[in-house]
Each structure stands twice: as structure tokens, then as C-alpha cells.
């Protein structure tokens, strides 16, 4: 069984930063681009992040380019996601996501929160 899980979530004051990790189990973890994806209230997801397998490549969304900065770890089956120089428009559940067989999986997500 797919399983992703996030943390690193909180609130942080604007230009703050916070580490977001998703723990991966039930596929094989290096076999797969990962993404990660946000949803502030009230509006639709939105795609922040993804990195190839091997983390060789990542792409961001304009929104956050020169401030979030994804990584993955294959030993530990984990991604990441470095944000720093948080705005309020970041605020926003966080998502991790891989697309297997054609079927997407989501975790539960983790709250970020920027606010003064």
C-alpha cells in the first residue's frame, strides 16, 4: 500500500523558512518523480515542486523559483521541500504526490501558515 506522509509543517512570520519532509513506503521509492502541491483556502491546488528520480532534476512553479528548493534522500525514502523567504501567499496545505500506474496518491498533507 502507497503511503506518503508529510511534516514539517507550522506558522512562521513572513520572510521566515521551514523544511517540509514526505516520508514514502508501500512502492519503490526510487523508481518515481515525486511532486509536491499546495491548497490555500477557498482555492484549487496548486503545483509547487517536483523532482525526477535521482533528484537530478527539479522544476518549481513561478510562485516560488529562487525560494523553495526540492530535494530527495533515497536512503531514507523521503523528499523535502526548503522554503525560505515565506510569504503570506504560501500559506497553504502542503502535499506531497507520486503518480503510480496512472493512479495519483496524496498524504494528509502538513499546514503552513505565514503570518505576522
Known amino acids: 500500500e502507497v503511503q506518503l506522509v508529510e511534516s514539517g509543517g507550522g506558522m512562521v512570520q513572513p520572510g521566515g523558512s521551514l523544511r517540509l519532509s514526505c516520508a514514502a513506503s508501500g512502492f519503490t521509492f526510487s523508481s518515481y518523480d515525486m511532486s509536491w502541491v499546495r491548497q490555500a483556502p477557498g482555492k484549487g491546488p496548486e503545483w509547487v515542486s517536483a523532482i525526477n528520480t535521482g533528484g537530478g532534476s527539479t522544476y518549481y512553479a513561478d510562485s516560488v523559483k529562487g525560494r523553495f528548493t526540492a530535494s530527495r534522500d533515497e536512503t531514507k525514502n523521503t523528499v523535502y521541500l526548503q522554503m525560505n523567504s515565506l510569504k503570506p501567499e504560501d500559506t497553504a496545505v502542503y502535499y506531497c504526490?507520486?503518480?503510480?500506474?496512472?493512479?495519483?496518491?496524496w498524504g494528509q498533507g502538513t499546514q503552513v501558515t505565514v503570518s505576522s
Open positions: 504526490r507520486v503518480v503510480r500506474l496512472n493512479r495519483a496518491y
